[in-house]
């Protein structure tokens, strides 16, 4: 990897800043989901126990370069303690003060980053305050690597840095499923709409062998083919663009895979009464809500025959009950495959998550991304310059 990793790092007796993602949410003073805390604990642990004394930095929320009290990172505390099994200390002042008389086994945590106008702006001069606190900077935070923050690009270029357990972890699942995967690789790609993974459509048409077109923007693949969608969300206005993608991806040799048939209702409510039709006949009066169950099969089939899957977006309106179907069922079968030792999966963005939790099937993919927008970016191809500042 042209990145350094903490394995790579001399930390006995060093400050090592971390950068972390703990922006968790929060309900009446408590973090009610510990996801982020609890994934960057590897890294914190093995920072203590080379010796190092960590220096937490993170975001919380956009104060926009204000002080904003509830955004205080203060309010992540007991969650921390509990994950690292030890005391932090909290520090809103003074970070000098407070950095000097650390001794080993302290970790601290400083006060939220977007307090201070210059880490949106990228700002040297904050960047250099931060580096003046440590020898050595981590960073953990993927997550937040497409945005070139004082405290994600500047900073990197100031100290000796290197990636954190965390961000080791992602960019070697994402290096894994596009930059050298096992072939032949299919990549699941859901949602609304085109107008949102057009990049990324255009990307992956280079780099896999079969796209499977889900959701809402399948609508628009369909109508793009000229077939009735009745009154289903899609994207008139992109059915041309729909029909160059489909253009693209035959000249390059990816396989465009649409669904074969749909499941069909007049409302979109939990319970609606519904039916399956071939996706050629979707009744004019009748919304499309999901794929159907021989779309579902025909997918498991591409699975079958895949090494690598990359999934990003879900199928149907996997919300609301019956039509979740489609993609439980088919994250399932990739489960399956998994569990097999047949099939590496890697799955991100932020309903992809949350539909592969409601499957129960997010245990058994080999990673799966909770950094949202920097996961997309890198798969449209994007340079994150986070990344790129560790690179150097």
Sequence with gaps: MPWKTLDEMDLSGKRVLVRVDINVPVEDGQVTDTTRIDRIVPTVSDILAKGGKPILIAHFGRPKGKVVPEMSLRIT??????????????????????????????ILLLENLRFNPGEEKNDQGFAQRLASLADIYVNDAFSAAHRAHSSTEAIARLLPSCAGRLMQAELSALETALSAPKRPVVAVVGGAKVSTKLELLGNLIDKVDVIVIGGGMANTFLAARGYEIGTSLAERDMINTAQEIEKKAQAAGCTLQLPADVVVATEFKAGAEHKTVPATDCPADMMILDAGPQTVADMIEQFEQAKTLVWNGPLGAFEITPFNMATDAAARAAARLTRDGKLITVAGGGDTVAALNGSGSAKDFTYISTAGGAFLEWMEGKTLPGVAALEQ
Excluded: H, I, Q, S
């Excluded at 509990?82 to 302290?106: H, P």
């Design 77 to 106: 505390l007991p969650a921390l303690e509990t994950a690292l099994g030890r005391k932090v200390t909290f520090v809103d002042g003074n970070y000098g003060d407070a950095v000097a008389a650390m001794a080993e086994g302290d």
